[in-house]
């Protein structure tokens, strides 16, 4: 798997490292020279503060409090006392933030403002307090009998400017509350030259040496990116410009200039590698979310990886350096992952492979405990070229020069799809272009914003996990593969596999753009009426004994049912069986695939079961002849 150039320096000495960090120091503190400079966080406030404490605004909220119309009609994810709550907190925040604040740019004194906010919150207030008169910009008055000028001033101002119909309340109130999403955004960029400060900090005191003081630097970028990826405000705005408007030639060559800079940087077909896919789909598109589903130990994990390997041989020519895939596991050990991947990726004997964790495992344990252990870096050097030989010839034999396969494990039931989302810029930030991403599963992930772990309403939490994790293959631009359980009801070989089967929340079928269903059919074999001639295909059979041929290897290959169950773009209710060959859990389209397997499965298989069979020998030959060195003295 390739790695991104590594552009950190080396250093050859300590005085060296002292010398580059003065220079660092340097040119990060140019202007930060004395220790009562104000820091990058503390000025961030003061020049913030002015956009939400303008008159304008203020008067803007007050009329939003007024006007009689639902909010929670107006925006729909998010209820009407929700954003009461947020608007009240916002204007508390503004007010502490005000007290904190020694010089604020504004045309308006403190007091005044102060005035203002106080005032606003008591509209807010009482629009949430059923046992308030109703407030309109007739009475405001009557409301605030002994009003001072500054109030008075804003009531005449209010009424003179007060909203008059539905669509300038629906405007005024998405702008009041993009300003505090606003505000709370400012509040994390807070947080991240917070962190810049202290980095400043420690490099002007010689506390960070030179390669600490750059991967420090590394993860604040890395980090602030990721905070930035999430804001609400961007993504708002981003979204309110992904539109198409045809109206003239003009229009026409606009939008024809933006497809075709969208075709040639952002779009994807990939070839699955499996017939009923490539057949009736077209193979594998970007910005898709597609859903693999089948019952409990039913080889949907197992399926997804083949389905990985094989996009990257089909596509193998498209891909440029750099190209990555990304495969999280939320339930499995990462070297057990690994494992499959090499028997998959290798055609290797997955029985070989855990037989290699185990010797090496006992060896290396042993050799620790033993007395006399002057061959301890043999024996590990030992194991590791073996690993070595086995991945170069398991992994980079399928990806080549170009493609990056990243393997990455999280924890269950805490894992949101806006993780997924930050484990994508981290990556890209570090050079990687992330081409998709593969989930091991929705059903042990999260909705962001989750505050347990599990969710009182899964059929809910399920689907909001799958619709979070479809807008993030629309804003990246890649497919999202992952996996989810079906019920019970699936196993039942006399129902065919439909929608209904998966278990938990229909809300996964209704947000996923694709839903593949698959079962191990474990009551037919290959030559089973149904299965035969689907596995077959073209395979020309009359210079092979086809029932000796299964007979040899029956205990090792299972019929798959596989099913295209939805469909956004292509037909549905397909069916195709397929073969799973349990010795190196690959999931075969054909019959003629698993022959062509067979020779260099045997082949490599015996070479590396070798290669572990003399795996210590020489080092506790060695280590046994000392041994009777020794008693003999």
């Known amino acids: ?65 007024i006007y009689q119309a639902d909010f929670s009609s107006i925006n729909p994810n998010v209820k009407g006392c929700d954003v009461l709550t947020i608007m009240k907190g916002f204007l508390t925040n503004i007010q502490n933030d005000i007290n904190r604040t020694k010089s604020i740019s504004s045309q ?171 057949d009736n789909l077209n193979g594998i598109e970007s910005s898709s979310m597609h859903i693999i589903s089948g019952p409990s130990n039913h080889a949907k994990s197992i399926f997804m990886i083949n389905l990985l390997s094989r996009i990257i041989i089909s596509n193998l020519k498209e891909f440029q350096p750099g190209d990555t895939f990304i495969f999280v596991t939320l339930e499995d050990d990462l070297f057990k992952l690994l ?7 290798g055609n290797i004997n997955s029985s070989v492979i855990k037989n290699l964790s185990i010797k090496a495992s006992s060896l290396l344990r042993r050799q620790k ?105 629309r804003n990246y631009a890649i497919p999202v593969i992952s996996i989810t359980q079906n019920n019970k009801l699936s196993e039942n070989f006399q129902q065919s596999l439909s929608n209904i089967n998966m278990g938990d929340s229909f809300k996964k079928v209704r947000y996923s753009d694709y839903i593949y269903m698959i079962r191990i059919r474990d009551d037919l074999d290959i030559l089973s009426d149904q299965v035969k001639n689907e596995v077959i295909g073209n395979m020309d059979t009359s210079s092979i004994n086809l029932t000796d041929l299964v007979s040899k290897i029956s205990n090792h290959i299972t019929p798959i049912e596989f099913k295209i169950t939805k469909a956004k773009d292509g037909p549905k209710n397909i069916v195709k069986f397929h073969i799973f060959n349990s010795l190196n859990l690959r999931i075969y389209d054909y019959l003629n695939e698993l022959y062509n397997d067979l020779t260099n499965l045997q082949k490599q298989s015996c070479k590396f079961q070798n290669d572990i069979d003399l795996l210590g020998v020489n080092t506790f030959q060695i280590n046994s002849k000392i041994n009777e060195s020794v008693q003999l003295i």
Not at 424 to 433: A, E, F, L, T, V
Not at 440 to 453: C, H, K, L, N
């Open 1 to 65: 798997m390739n790695q991104p150039a590594n552009v950190l320096p080396s250093s050859n000495s300590t005085a060296q490292n002292q010398q580059n960090n003065n220079s660092i120091s340097n040119s990060f503190l140019h202007n930060n020279t004395t220790s009562k400079s104000i820091s990058n966080a503390e000025q961030i406030l003061p020049s913030f503060l002015s956009y939400f404490i303008d008159n304008n605004f203020l008067e803007l909220i007050g009329n939003i409090s």
């Open 108 to 278: 308006y004194p403190t007091d005044v403002i102060k005035t203002k906010i106080n005032f606003i919150r008591q509209l807010l207030g009482m629009r949430d307090d059923i046992n308030s008169r109703l407030i309109t910009y007739d009475n405001l008055e009557t409301h605030f009998p002994n009003a001072n000028i500054t109030i008075q001033r804003l009531v005449n101002n209010l009424k003179q400017n007060r909203i008059t119909n539905i669509e300038e309340f629906r405007k005024k109130f998405d702008e009041v509350l993009l300003t505090v999403q606003a505000y709370n955004e400012m509040k994390q960029l807070k947080v991240s030259l917070k962190s810049w400060d202290d980095l400043i900090d420690e490099i002007k005191n010689n506390k960070r040496s030179l390669v600490s003081s750059l991967t420090k630097y590394k993860e604040i970028i890395s980090e602030s990116y990721n905070n930035l990826s999430q804001l609400n405000i961007i993504n708002k705005a981003e979204t309110e410009t992904d539109s198409i408007i045809i109206s003239d030639k003009k229009s026409i060559e606009d939008v024809a200039n933006h497809f075709t800079t969208y075709l040639s940087e952002q779009y994807s077909l990939y070839k699955s590698g499996y017939s009923v896919i490539d």
């Open 339 to 345: 494992r499959r991947f090499t028997s998959i990726f």
């Open 369 to 473: 405990n033993t007395d006399i252990s002057n061959n301890n870096d043999s024996l590990y050097y030992e194991v590791k070229q073996i690993l070595v030989d086995l991945l170069t010839y398991a992994i980079l034999t399928i990806t080549g020069e170009n493609v990056n396969i990243i393997l990455k494990h999280c924890n269950e039931n805490v894992f949101t799809p806006s993780d997924a989302a930050r484990l994508i810029d981290d990556k890209q930030i570090k050079g990687y272009k992330v081409k998709g991403i593969l989930l091991d599963y929705i059903d042990v992930m999260a909705p962001t914003g989750a505050q347990t772990s599990f969710s009182e309403n899964d059929y809910s939490t399920h689907g909001q996990i799958v619709h979070e994790l479809r807008l993030l293959g």
